[in-house]
């Protein structure tokens, strides 16, 4: 299986860069992990939020059509435990899925498009974070689910 992290806007900061590296070479022995970004969207002065959300909808439903999958990381996805969440992966990986596409969406959510085109919602917090710190956040979540799919030291419970 692949998978693929989708997101609009490069990483920013540099202790994000640095952090969401780590993760995704430690990734890269369990699976073929690739990520997709999305440029900023330009000329923007007179939009509204409803207008980003068209806007990066689109971009993102273009990528789309690389995934069997497509699981948005949403506010009102559905919450895991870190093992739940491995059972999840693991479930994905038994299945006929070849490319499961997680996608992080701008700072105004996603349009109604891309909700009609996702197989799945997963909400990492019911705080709000900026989308930038969630790359991070996920990749770490990521990289621990497959961690605990292995028995390997990295998750204790």
Not at 100 to 115: E, N, P, Q, R, T
Request: charged share 30%.
């Amino acid at each position: 299986m692949n998978v693929l992290l989708l997101m609009v806007g490069k990483t920013e900061e540099d202790y994000l860069k640095e952090g969401i590296s780590l993760f995704e070479k430690r990734l890269k022995h369990y699976i073929n992990y690739q990520t997709i970004v999305i440029h900023s969207l330009k000329n923007t002065r007179n939009f509204n939020a409803e207008d980003f959300k068209d806007k990066e909808g689109e971009e993102i439903l273009k990528h789309a059509v690389k995934a069997d999958f497509i699981i948005l990381l949403d506010e009102k996805g559905k919450a895991f435990r870190s093992k739940d969440f491995a059972n999840f992966i693991q479930k994905q990986m038994n299945s006929s899925i070849r490319n499961l596409m997680f996608v992080i969406g701008g700072a105004y959510g996603f349009s109604d498009k891309v909700y009609e085109k996702a197989d799945f919602k997963i909400s990492l917090s019911e705080m709000t974070f900026s989308h930038q710190m969630i790359r991070l956040i996920f990749t770490e979540q990521l990289y621990r689910a497959f961690s605990i799919l292995k028995n390997e030291a990295y998750h204790n419970e």
